[in-house]
């Protein structure tokens, strides 16, 4: 395949690069490549060498350099220490100080060829004279230089550029055909405009707006010639623009696969910036680096060599001594506005201020006393600015202080004229920073009549454009957005007779920052430790924002959901999402803080775990959210219990008496607290519950306590208060340790219960037989007992001893007890006689059914009969006679001396007409005896 070029182009613009040294000792450094020159431009290139100490006053280096097309062949150019160092090649231009190498310090030098030249392409490498045997580190290092022809144009200009393309293959091929343009050192190019092999045009991401516009067009000129066609360049047009062809080939699958692909030689734009006399010049420097973040950097800008202004590393604006006066009147700016970039305003232009302007930019070194050591220069490719005084004598300026804004920020600019003589219309224009907006579009008009006109693109927007005195307008825009930055131009135009006479215009550069870039949203609290009850406030701070904003309070507990708990709205309205008591807003407005309170009122667990607020601002007809504040967590803790407990001291009882032990609360920790109780008795080592009541006093036995146990075992409460646990005929077996736990319940802000950690007191119990009491022996027919009987007749059921312990002194308590048939239901209390020869009858609504019919008789003095009159079918049941042995001791005490229990009686009562079915079953008998100690 054979291409040609007919025409190429590139630029430069400023870059910086700073190598990092390794663990080596030495390191030499030169600014990083490719570097992009054009013909007859300066080349400068700065080495420096660190920690190389110098042999005499100062370290020798030496400039050398490779060909493109010999890259095997090293050329000697200049060297510091050694008149004699160049090749022929090289040799007059060194002494005629066209090629120059020049010390700037101890270990730095820079390199310069003032007058390029096409063969100075090549690759040039530093190296400093190492005069040591011994070798530690980089003693050179290399950069690339990259020279091309030149094009010049003003911004405005057309540009037509030709390359030739076509293929030698005898087979059927398609070409595919682009022009591209690199821009810095970029090592790709853009894609301006493309045909693919199919022959459909497309235009470049970033030039699609203006190929639809009909700016941009590509041709194709007979069989091999293809035209580029660029109306109207502008500044960002400039830099290399190269041809590119692939030849393609389909394969029988119908495939395409590419057989060859060529780039044709560059050539490089520079695109002159045109003005008139009172507008505004902006030039924008770019730093580029390695580690940027971390570096401090000077930028200085120069017009043919005399510098305007210098940005220090601190971020200080110095103006040149020729400049100072300029700065002061605020004809002069010049500011960081992002990372890498920096930029330069003028306004308003003279004459005088046209040129060849560039950048340049070095490293700065802060050492640990905070002093800056200055690295080596780089500059930019120049930019030319050419400006023409005004013919027809009406000049515009715009006049404004702030060019950086917030989003949300309302912008003001006011454009003054000079020289009215007639009636004037006004048209503010807008160009982004995009550059796929890169021209001017129309954002609202005033016409000579004073009326007013949105265009399309603000019809939504809160825009207007005044004239508040004959020689001034003025543009306000509401609600910034991001997009709102770029270049606004005045355009005043002079009218007679409804014939526009002259025009002139002044712009300006606006910088809308977003809303989420410097605003901050911050909780903090002086308390987030806090105990059940008490209050804690959270501040949300707003800073850095003065637009209405919607705020949302959020709590995360520990499963991980998010509740939010109130919205307060730009308008000041709040919706509520949790529980509204428990929590109190409040708000504090300041100049550029606002904070917001949320107050909990009466902490309880449930307000515990991880608070956040979230701010919004309404723009552009949505909320945006700003970046959510920290999460900050409350921990809500229970009181320390105060709760103190006194106790029965030990005791000592009698076996068969009743023992009464006691544990009070001496000291609550609330008057509002309540108790859950729990007695444990110790035997052997191991704990068992022997009773317990919850905090609504529901009695509870525990799951060791047998049945005969619960019938003597009760605990109630006392004033104080106090929990006493009775055990009635105490036994051998009840002697151990027994233990009060109480655990003290409080209620939280909310009403809910919680409890604090138990506080306990132990009673030690022990249980003597006394050897004074006699032996006795007591035991009742044990005979299960069946009766079958009518509806209506008389029963008497028998209780009868068959055998007890003699002696007068012995007196006897007998009970009569029912349980109804087939009920699970513990036996109910009918009759008692007490061995004082008390007789009672328990009132009990189980038995409500048998009283009235009852009668209790004695025929002898073991006997003990139980009488049931006109019995009903209801009376049906199990009857069950217990006889319990007494005797006074020594002291005059009653003492148990034994019990016993006849066999169950079944009484059925039959309604006439039924049939009973009876079975005899056998009964256990129990035993029970006095042993003497």
Excluded at 669 to 678: D, L
């Amino acid at each position: 395949m054979k291409c040609s070029l007919k025409f190429l182009w590139m630029a430069s613009l400023l870059f910086c690069s700073v190598l990092l040294s390794g663990e080596a000792r030495v390191n030499t450094e030169v600014q990083a490549g490719p570097l992009y020159r054009v013909v007859g431009s300066l080349l400068s290139i700065s080495c420096n060498v660190t920690d190389l100490p110098p042999v005499g006053a100062r370290n020798e280096f030496e400039f050398r350099m490779k060909k493109p097309e010999n890259p095997n062949f090293e050329i000697n150019i200049i060297s510091t220490g050694d008149e004699d160092f160049s090749f022929a090649r090289y040799t007059s231009r060194v002494r005629n100080a066209e090629i120059t190498l020049t010390h700037v310090g101890e270990n730095s030098v820079v390199f310069e060829v003032q007058r390029l030249q096409k063969d100075d392409e090549g690759e040039y490498e530093c190296s400093v004279v190492n005069p040591y045997t011994e070798y530690d580190g980089a003693y050179s290092a290399k950069t690339i230089v990259k020279v091309s022809a030149s094009l010049s144009h003003t911004e405005g200009d057309a540009l037509t550029l030709t390359c030739q393309a076509s293929s030698n293959t005898i087979q059927h091929t398609h070409l595919s055909f682009a022009w591209f343009l690199r821009k810095n050192t970029e090592d790709s190019g853009h894609p301006i405009i493309l045909m693919d092999r199919d022959f459909t045009l497309k235009p470049g991401q970033e030039f699609q707006e203006r190929y639809q516009a009909g700016l941009i067009r590509l041709d194709k000129i007979g069989e091999a010639t293809y035209r580029l066609k660029m109306s109207q360049l502008e500044q960002s047009d400039q830099g290399e623009i190269y041809c590119e062809a692939q030849e393609w080939i389909q394969d029988p699958d119908r495939s395409w696969y590419s057989i060859a692909q060529r780039v044709a030689g560059e050539t490089n734009l520079t695109v002159m910036t045109t003005l008139q006399e009172g507008q505004q010049l902006s030039v924008t420097c770019s730093v580029d680096t390695q580690n940027l973040r971390e570096k401090f950097f000077s930028v200085a800008w120069l017009r043919e060599g005399v510098e305007l202004a210098q940005i220090g590393p601190t971020g200080v604006l110095s103006a040149g001594p020729d400049y100072s006066a300029r700065e002061q009147e605020g004809e002069l700016r010049a500011a960081r506005i992002g990372d890498r970039d920096y930029r330069l305003i003028l306004q308003p232009v003279r004459t005088k201020d046209q040129g060849e302007y560039i950048c340049r930019a070095w490293s700065q070194d802060r050492g640990q006393n905070g002093v800056f050591t200055q690295g080596a220069a780089q500059d930019s490719s120049p930019q030319l600015v050419s400006i023409s005084a005004t013919e027809n004598g009406l000049s515009v300026q715009i006049q404004n202080g702030v060019t950086a804004f917030k989003e949300g920020d309302r912008l003001e600019l006011t454009c003054e004229v000079d020289g009215v003589n007639d009636q004037l219309s006004v048209t503010w224009q807008h160009r982004s920073t995009s550059t796929l907006k890169s021209v001017f579009t129309s954002v609202i008009s005033l016409s000579q009549e004073g009326v007013m006109e949105k265009s399309e693109g603000f019809i939504n927007r809160k825009v207007k454009a005044l004239r508040p005195a004959h020689d001034t307008f003025t543009l306000e825009l509401a609600d910034l957005t991001p997009s709102d930055s770029g270049d606004y131009q005045c355009t005043v135009s002079e009218w007679k007779t409804n014939s526009k006479t002259n025009s002139a215009s002044g712009s300006t550069s606006v910088i809308v920052k977003p809303v989420d870039t410097f605003a901050k949203v911050i909780l903090k609290s002086r308390t987030t430790i806090v105990k059940v009850g008490e209050t804690v406030e959270l501040i949300c701070l707003i800073r850095q924002l003065s637009l209405p904003i919607t705020l949302t309070w959020s709590l995360q507990r520990d499963d991980s959901t998010v509740n939010n708990i109130l919205t307060v709205y730009s308008n000041g309205t709040i919706s509520w999402s949790g529980e509204q008591h428990r929590y109190q807003l409040k708000i504090q407005k300041k100049t550029n803080d606002d904070s917001y309170y949320l107050i909990i009122n009466g902490a309880s667990l449930k307000e515990a775990g991880r608070y956040q607020c979230e701010a919004s601002v309404f723009l552009e007809n949505i909320h945006k959210k700003l970046r959510p504040s920290n999460q900050l967590a409350v921990r809500v803790n229970n009181p320390e219990s105060k709760l103190s407990l006194t106790s029965t001291p030990a005791l000592t009882r009698n076996i068969n008496t009743d023992v009464k032990m006691k544990c009070s609360v001496s000291s609550p920790t609330s008057t509002s607290s309540r108790y859950a109780v729990t007695w444990l008795l110790q035997q052997h080592g191991e704990n068992k519950t022997i009773v317990s009541t919850d905090r609504d006093a529901l009695v509870t036995f525990g799951q060791q306590v047998e049945l005969n146990q619960m019938q003597r075992i009760s605990m109630s409460r006392t004033q104080g208060p106090g929990f006493e646990l009775t055990i009635r005929q105490a036994r051998s077996s009840d002697k151990g340790l027994y233990t009060c736990e109480v655990v003290e319940w409080l209620q939280d802000p909310r009403g809910e219960w919680f409890d604090l950690p138990p506080t306990s007191k132990s009673t030690q119990l022990t249980i003597i037989e006394p050897e004074c009491l006699q032996s006795n022996d007591l035991h009742l027919n044990k005979t299960t007992q069946h009766l079958n009987v009518m509806e209506g007749t008389d029963v008497e059921l028998k209780c009868s001893l068959i055998s007890a312990a003699p002696g007068a002194s012995f007196f006897y308590r007998v009970m009569w007890r029912y349980t109804r048939l087939n009920s699970s239901i513990v036996s109910a209390p009918l009759v008692e006689l007490d061995h004082t020869g008390l007789l009672r009858y328990p009132p009990n609504p189980k038995v409500r059914h048998l009283q009235g019919r009852l009668r209790l008789s004695r025929p002898s003095q073991s006997s003990f009969h139980l009488g049931l009159q006109g019995v009903h079918e209801e009376d049906s049941g199990t009857y069950e006679c217990q006889v319990e042995q007494y005797q006074l001791d020594q002291d005059g005490q009653w003492q148990q001396k034994a019990s016993d229990n006849t066999g169950p009686i079944t009484l059925t009562v039959n309604v006439a007409g039924m049939i009973i079915s009876l079975r005899v079953l056998p009964r256990q008998v129990y035993r029970y005896s006095y042993i003497s100690s």
